[in-house]
């Protein structure tokens, strides 16, 4: 026996530091890893993802094909002048302004949007917004002039500005912080979908040119805005809420869903958001990290959202041909969006796997705004290289947000903001691919972006350097606990 159990029992306490250090040094949970799945956990996680994922998914394609569609009917049959621009007597840049307002109301409306979810029920929130939203989008069919074009655009992006923020809150709901990446990645990937349907759906439209004596740009939001009304019945009916609420869990299923989270994930039963809950989350400056690294990923996402019509049009494709060609760009992005949220989560990396691609979507962009304009084919490899690199960045960012908040009201707020302070790097977005650059490849517009997404590498390489080091000073100083959570990564 030693002289000194004092310094045994002391250095004993060192030694069992330094291996919880190295754990959380290397994922950012105090027990190394993610709780392993039983295959109760796993019974009950497929059981919820066959009624919610695929569901989410659904009303987010849908959301995004009347979100977009806009910059289809903008080229749709440009060259027989039956397309929107033309038909409204809307110039460029009245067009630029039409697409602003709508991200003006995205900004004013997501937060609140977030309170009404919780206050009223997924189901009915989503499905009302849903229905609204469907119904706008029919209306822009009548649209005759710009201040009509503006003024529903605006309405448009007040009922879908809930949707998304609403959805990444929704998921903490009934998933731990190490399964949503991949779920919010199946539904913002819907929206690489969208814009493969989109382009799909706008080359078979542009062939009803002229039925009913409607253009095909008319047509276009009018059956793109019908499945969306339809669909908010059936999302009313189906969408499940909490788990402690459905009628599809039993009793132990309910008891499994809560206790997995209990520590991790938001309820159904909390109270909505408080005063002292929304002061600590608006006082938390690290979260500001997370908003800031947002915004540099908005601008890329919504330019090619909006621009990648005009972009193929630009690349030597005319007509009907260059709404095809936007298929190809946004079904790459759907894979490598999937695949790289999966791998964010296995291995607990989410900040690294968005710093790696939005390094490869700079990338992409800055290969394009260097090759000659002429140089159509490696700038169309180019695209589908930017695409996929800034879509598939986007999941991870918003799992690694909602991993490190620790309370229901926090979430939703959180969220909110945080694409909140997205819009202005929309807005941004809707101006950097200039009408008069065509000829030169939009070089504007892709400088920017490739300047934004090596901002968004360096603040996640940055974020997660911190994360990192805090929880070394956390585990040397033994704070940690319910008290003193280690950040995820």
Partial sequence: MSDNPQAERKMAKVEELVDLNKEANETGIPNGN???????????????????????????????????NIGNAKTLNAATHNDLLTETHMTNYQYIIALMVFLIAYAIFEVPSN??????????????????????TIGLGGVQNFAGVTAVRFVLGMFEAGLFPGLVYYLTFWYRTDERSIRVAFVLASATLAGAFGGAISYGVGHM??????????WLFILEGIPSCLSSIFVYFFLPDYPETVKWLNADEKALAASRLESEGSHGHDESLTWAQAKDTLTDWRLYAHYAIYFGISTPFSSLSLFTPSITAGLGYKGLTSQLMTVPPYAVAYVVTILASYSADHFNARGIHAAIFSTIGAVGFLASAVLPPDAYHPRYGCLIVAASGAFSCIPPLLGWLSSNLYSTGAVGLAIAI????????????????????????????????????????????????????????????????????????
């Fill in 34 to 68: 993610p709780p392993e799945q039983t295959a109760e956990d796993k019974a009950l996680v497929w059981k919820q993802d066959l009624r919610i994922v695929p569901l989410c998914a659904g009303i987010y394609l849908l959301c995004y094909l009347d979100r977009s």
């Fill in 115 to 136: 309170y009404f979810l919780k206050k009223l029920s997924p189901s009915k929130w989503i499905s009302f917004l849903m229905f609204s939203w469907g119904a706008v």
């Fill in 209 to 218: 040119n002229g039925i009913n004596g409607l253009s095909a740009w008319r």
């Fill in 418 to 489: 945080n694409i909140s302070v997205g819009a202005p790097g929309q807005i941004a977005g809707v101006w950097i691919y200039k009408s008069n650059e065509v000829k030169r490849g939009y070089p504007t517009g892709h400088w920017t972006n490739a300047g934004l997404l090596f901002f968004v590498a360096a603040g996640s390489i940055a974020l997660r350097l911190y994360y990192g080091l805090v929880n070394r000073r956390n585990v040397r100083d033994g704070t940690t606990g319910e008290s003193k959570r280690l950040f995820r990564y």
